[in-house]
């Protein structure tokens, strides 16, 4: 059944049922959340851009050191974006640490450090799309604003019973009318959060806890026995192979950094030169390298001998990531394009680096 009119199964009464079931459920069973307490926007603010691809378990300890780093927007508006970076350093999603950044910088220069209240100014700023806009407007300032996210989308599909595509249009706007029907006048901001903790704890992906439930009595889901099978599941994006080499490049104590481009991945992160090659570390592949590496920084290298294998993924790329260690042999840095620097080992910290980068750095010093 796709179900696309929300009245009939959500009538005042039921509605009203749902919302004091669930506050008295949060009352109980809501999680204590560093970013809750303050209802500071800002700290709402960093917090959903942190979680964002992200778990909450991951986070507390990045938003913690950011906070400590940067405890108001003003802090964070004068920083330099490669501090922002590093900061951030391990979240990925690095565009994310550049809007913010962006962001910060609006709201300190064009207004005096306050926040917008209105979700239409909010989505305004770089990084800020409607579930964000919602939260903040919702969770600091206490205005009734509908969220839709990965937690609710489950939940509202449930309780609404509906099978179809929860991400095409028709199934987006249908549950962001659900989620503006639901939220309350009274205390948006803690509804908010309860559905949101409701659909980490208990409405979980795989088991939900239904007869734990405090709304399984307003679950078409559950009344249908379909909990399992909604909402529907999305096709997974089949892998895709690759194999990359990094090149570390000795000279006088010091290794090779460069600055990631706009159009790469990582783009304004520091890393050693890096280059996708096929499977193997052949002479041919070793001498293309050579080349590559000339063309993109300006310098020759000698001796290169593979010490690291790193395996990860980014998207849909499953990478194997060669980490090789070179002599420099010749040649001067180019002086166009992105930038390069010698680094030594004990300067490390200061750049921000990949993720694999960090590793193939601390590979170095250790």
């Known amino acids: 059944m796709v179900v696309m009119d929300n009245s009939e199964l959500f009538p005042t009464e039921t509605l009203t049922n749902l919302r004091r079931n669930l506050r008295r459920w949060y009352g109980k069973q809501g999680r204590?959340?560093?970013?809750?307490?303050?209802?500071?926007?800002?700290?709402?603010?960093?917090?959903?851009?942190?979680?964002?691809?992200?778990?909450?378990?991951?986070?507390?300890?990045?938003?913690?050191?950011?906070?400590?780093?940067?405890?108001?927007?003003h802090s964070l508006a004068e920083a330099d974006e490669q501090e922002v970076l590093r900061q951030w350093e391990g979240l990925g999603y690095y565009s994310r640490a550049r809007n913010i950044h962006?962001?910060?910088?609006?709201?300190?220069?064009?207004?005096?450090?306050?926040?917008?209240?209105?979700?239409?100014?909010?989505?305004?700023?770089?990084?800020?799309?409607r579930y964000t806009a919602g939260a903040i407007a919702s969770f600091a300032f206490d205005?009734?604003?509908?969220?839709?996210?990965?937690?609710?989308?489950?939940?509202?599909?449930?309780?609404?019973?509906?099978?179809?595509?929860?991400?095409?249009?028709?199934?987006?706007?249908?549950?962001?009318?659900?989620?503006?029907?639901?939220?309350p006048r009274g205390r948006p901001g803690d509804f908010n959060q309860a559905l949101?903790?409701?659909?980490?704890?208990?409405?979980?992906?795989?088991?939900?806890?239904?007869?734990?439930?405090?709304?399984?009595?307003?679950?078409?889901?559950?009344?249908?026995?379909?909990q399992h099978e909604i909402p529907r599941l999305t096709k997974r994006v089949a892998m895709t192979e690759v194999t990359e080499a990094s090149i570390a490049i000795h000279k006088r104590g010091m290794?090779?950094?460069?600055?990631?481009?706009?159009?790469?991945?990582?783009?304004?992160?520091?890393?050693?030169?890096?280059?996708?090659i096929d499977d193997d570390l052949s002479p041919k592949t070793l001498k293309r390298l050579i080349d590559d590496v000339h063309g993109l920084t300006g310098i020759w290298f000698?001796?290169?001998?593979?010490?690291?294998?790193?395996?990860?993924?980014?998207?849909?790329?499953?990478?194997?990531?060669?980490?090789?260690?070179?002599?420099?042999?010749?040649g001067r840095l180019h002086k166009n394009g992105r930038?390069?620097?010698?680094?030594?080992?004990?300067?490390?910290?200061?750049?921000?680096?990949?993720?694999t980068g960090r590793k193939f750095a601390k590979s170095l010093v250790d």
């Open 32 to 73: 204590e959340l560093p970013w809750r307490a303050a209802g500071d926007p800002y700290r709402v603010w960093i917090s959903e851009i942190m979680l964002q691809q992200t778990t909450v378990t991951a986070v507390i300890p990045y938003y913690e050191r950011f906070l400590t780093r940067f405890p108001d927007v």
């Open 102 to 129: 962006k962001t910060a910088r609006i709201i300190s220069a064009e207004q005096d450090g306050t926040f917008p209240w209105s979700v239409e100014e909010l989505m305004s700023l770089p990084g800020i799309g």
């Open 143 to 183: 205005a009734p604003a509908p969220i839709v996210e990965a937690n609710t989308l489950r939940l509202y599909c449930r309780l609404l019973g509906y099978d179809g595509d929860p991400r095409s249009t028709q199934g987006q706007r249908l549950l962001w009318d659900f989620a503006e029907r639901l939220v």
């Open 196 to 226: 949101m903790d409701l659909g980490a704890t208990v409405c979980t992906p795989t088991e939900p806890a239904c007869p734990t439930c405090p709304v399984r009595s307003c679950c078409q889901a559950y009344s249908q026995g379909r």
């Open 255 to 276: 290794y090779l950094l460069r600055q990631r481009g706009d159009n790469e991945r990582w783009a304004g992160m520091w890393d050693f030169p890096r280059f996708e």
């Open 302 to 330: 000698r001796d290169p001998h593979p010490v690291k294998t790193i395996k990860h993924t980014v998207t849909r790329y499953l990478i194997t990531l060669r980490c090789l260690v070179a002599d420099f042999d010749s």
């Open 339 to 355: 930038p390069l620097k010698w680094v030594r080992p004990n300067e490390f910290n200061d750049y921000a680096l990949s993720v």
